[in-house]
């Protein structure tokens, strides 16, 4: 593409930004942190989505410093329900580097940023770019998706070559002069104009240079490589009482879901009956024996590489003491306390049936 196109390009989406953007909380502010934590909560999550919990986590935690002070526990209990909880461990980890490391303040520096718990290319260029008005251009799903139709590119938006390929692409378009506005108003373009489905290519700004629209091959692109099919388990949960009070465990503060509490259970083996497993898994990761009282409930939730399908037991603690296998703490709890604590979104779904019971 030429020179003079690119500056066409340019200035035709600064145009349009300038008038069509969305009044979003974080495009008021030019505080590096604020910035930072509309970024991290926007990975793999809708805008409408994020919203309020920026909104409920700026509340909490209004700077880097009040953050890096903050129980993890609390974090994660202002970041429950929005999913991807390494992100919110790794957001406190870093705070806590901020302070000790870099004197409270977020360095504007591309290799600082990428020491940093849980900053990746995308992260620190955002920074880079809208906080610190430093010309890196960032490459996500929907830059990608403006850009594969815009040049007809060929090449898949999920393959392996993927980032260098588009990050070359976005590069060469960046308007050096206003690298933050121009970003956003790419990533804006394929969220409002340039949709996955049905795309609104008679209102877009870049109609007169897209390849894709001029070839009327607009859904041709983006190319993706064939996703593996998600697997689904069946699982077993056990909401234990004793006496007045349930059974909580939290899981280890690194991996999957790592800091939460939930409710003991895990997948049903081959012929093997719903409650069959649920005593098992209970023995085996508390060292309890139970008797299961009912069903309480099936939920069905999907994770990002897998779904889950669980029969959820009411059951009663008839002997044992807690002997925890793979879980750092527990504790037992008054179902009316169970909001103090942060759980996964499947245990979420069926916590309200808990606390309406009388026990």
């Known amino acids: 593409m030429k020179g003079a196109d690119i500056k066409e390009i340019r200035r035709a989406l600064l145009s349009w930004y300038r008038t069509g953007r969305r009044a979003l909380p974080w495009r008021n502010t030019g505080d590096p942190y604020r910035i930072w934590v509309s970024e991290v909560m926007l990975q793999q999550t809708q805008v409408a989505t994020v919203i309020p919990y920026y909104q409920k986590f700026l509340q909490a935690f209004p700077d880097v410093e009040s953050l890096a002070r903050a129980d993890l526990q609390a974090v994660l209990k202002a970041w429950e329900g929005l999913g991807y909880y390494a992100r919110a461990r790794h957001l406190h980890l870093a705070a806590k580097e901020v302070t000790t490391g870099c004197g409270g303040r977020i360095p504007a520096d591309p290799k600082a940023l990428l020491r940093l718990p849980g900053i990746g290319d995308y992260i620190a260029a955002a920074l880079m770019s809208i906080a610190f008005g430093r010309p890196y251009a960032v490459v996500d799903g929907n830059v990608k998706r403006v850009l594969s139709r815009l040049f007809a590119m ?33 990533m804006e373009l394929g ?163 808990i606390k309406a019971m009388n026990h």
């Not at 759980?343 to 049936?353: D, T, V």
């Open 154 to 186: 060929d090449t898949p938006v999920n393959g392996p070559g993927a980032h260098a390929c588009f990050g070359n692409r976005a590069g060469q378009l960046l308007d050096p002069a206003r690298p933050g506005d121009f970003n956003q108003a790419v």
């Open 191 to 353: 969220a409002m104009i340039c949709r996955p489905k049905h795309p609104d290519c008679t209102s877009c700004p870049l109609a007169p240079f897209c390849k894709a629209w001029a070839g009327r091959r607009v859904n041709a692109y983006p190319k993706r490589r064939p996703r593996n099919k998600v697997p689904q388990y069946a699982v077993a949960i056990g909401v234990i009482f004793r006496k007045d009070r349930v059974l909580i465990l939290q899981r280890k503060a690194e991996g999957f879901l790592g800091g939460l509490w939930e409710f003991p259970g895990g997948k049903i083996q081959s012929g093997e009956s719903p409650q069959e497993a649920c005593r098992r898994e209970v023995r085996e990761e508390v060292s309890l024996g139970i008797l299961v009282e009912r069903h309480l409930a099936r939920i069905r939730h999907g994770y990002t590489h897998f779904r889950i399908e669980a029969d959820v037991f009411l059951c009663r603690h008839v002997k044992g003491r807690v002997r925890k296998k793979g879980h750092t703490a527990h504790r037992w709890v008054r179902p009316r306390d169970l909001d103090r604590f942060p759980f996964p979104g499947a245990n979420r779904k069926f916590i309200p049936l």
